[in-house]
């Protein structure tokens, strides 16, 4: 094969590696990639809770009109008495 990669050139690589890094350290290296896929994956598969749908309904809010008006809205409304 010209252009692919034999299997005796990934067996090289593969001990070169094992080689500066040690297998102790590739170990954790593949353990914390793992976890993160894992929690990627749960996370995209949960369904967004309460606090996330009211935080994207006042962001979409928030992103129309001026300062002035959102502003407005915060504050309580005054009253004379």
């Given at each position: 094969m010209l252009g692919g990669i034999s299997l005796w050139q990934l067996a090289i690589l593969l001990v070169i590696v094992v080689l500066l890094f040690g297998t102790k350290k590739l170990r954790n290296?593949?353990?914390?990639?793992?976890g993160a896929v894992k929690g990627f994956k749960?996370?995209?598969n949960e369904e967004p809770k309460e606090e996330d749908k009211k935080i994207e309904a006042d962001a979409d809010f928030s992103d129309t009109g001026s300062a002035e008006a959102k502003e407005q809205t915060k504050e309580e409304p005054k009253t004379d008495k």
């Open positions: 290296i593949g353990g914390d990639l793992g749960k996370a995209m």
